[in-house]
């Protein structure tokens, strides 16, 4: 492994344990808070999520992606590499079609139905972390 390849591997074996362990804190904790939130300022909490929550996951996230593709591709598509991007388009997947309009139903208010699925949809996010985590443990040992 070069020097540049062995940053870059760093750099996204760092962004992947940190969305891991976020993505867990947000399924266990923070999603199922929402019940919990008065009414009258769900739409206030809701919309302070979605702009903060932003700033911490995008450069991340995007680390992780462009990370994650540079390492794909200067491994030829070996299949520890190749199965670690599959995890990435899972989890970007997910967010675009299920996380995302989620958040945009909720910016209009409480809707517990949302919620539901929310929490349930972000279980393909959480476990395909989890499961990246390791497989890039297992690439570092």
Same mark, same amino acid.
């Given at each position: 492994?070069?020097?540049?390849? /062995?940053?870059?591997?760093?750099? =996204?074996?760092?962004?992947?344990?940190?969305?891991? @362990? &976020?993505?867990?804190?947000? +399924?266990? &904790? /923070?999603?199922?808070?929402?019940?919990? #939130?008065? &009414?009258?300022?769900?739409?206030?909490? +809701?919309?302070? /999520?979605?702009?903060?929550?932003?700033? *911490?996951? @995008?450069?991340?996230?995007?680390?992780?992606?462009?990370? @994650? #593709?540079?390492?794909?591709? +200067?491994?030829?598509?070996?299949?520890?590499?190749? &199965?670690?991007? #599959? @995890?990435?388009?899972? #989890?970007?997947? $997910? !967010?675009?079609?299920? $996380?995302?309009?989620? =958040?945009?139903? %909720?910016?209009?208010?409480?809707?517990? +139905?949302? *919620?539901?699925?929310?929490?349930?949809?972000?279980?393909?996010?959480? %476990?395909?972390? !989890? *499961?990246?985590?390791? %497989?890039?443990?297992?690439?570092?040992?």
């Amino acid at each position: 492994m070069t020097d540049l390849s /062995h940053f870059i591997f760093t750099i =996204h074996l760092a962004s992947t344990l940190f969305m891991t @362990g &976020l993505i867990w804190v947000i +399924q266990l &904790l /923070h999603y199922p808070s929402y019940n919990y #939130i008065q &009414l009258e300022k769900f739409k206030d909490y +809701q919309n302070f /999520h979605t702009n903060r929550i932003t700033y *911490i996951v @995008g450069p991340v996230m995007l680390l992780e992606v462009f990370s @994650g #593709i540079f390492l794909t591709l +200067q491994n030829d598509w070996t299949t520890l590499y190749t &199965l670690n991007f #599959i @995890g990435l388009c899972i #989890i970007w997947l $997910s !967010t675009l079609f299920f $996380s995302i309009p989620a =958040h945009n139903k %909720l910016n209009n208010g409480f809707n517990g +139905q949302v *919620i539901s699925n929310l929490i349930k949809t972000n279980w393909i996010r959480t %476990l395909t972390w !989890t *499961i990246r985590a390791i %497989l890039l443990l297992d690439l570092l040992f």
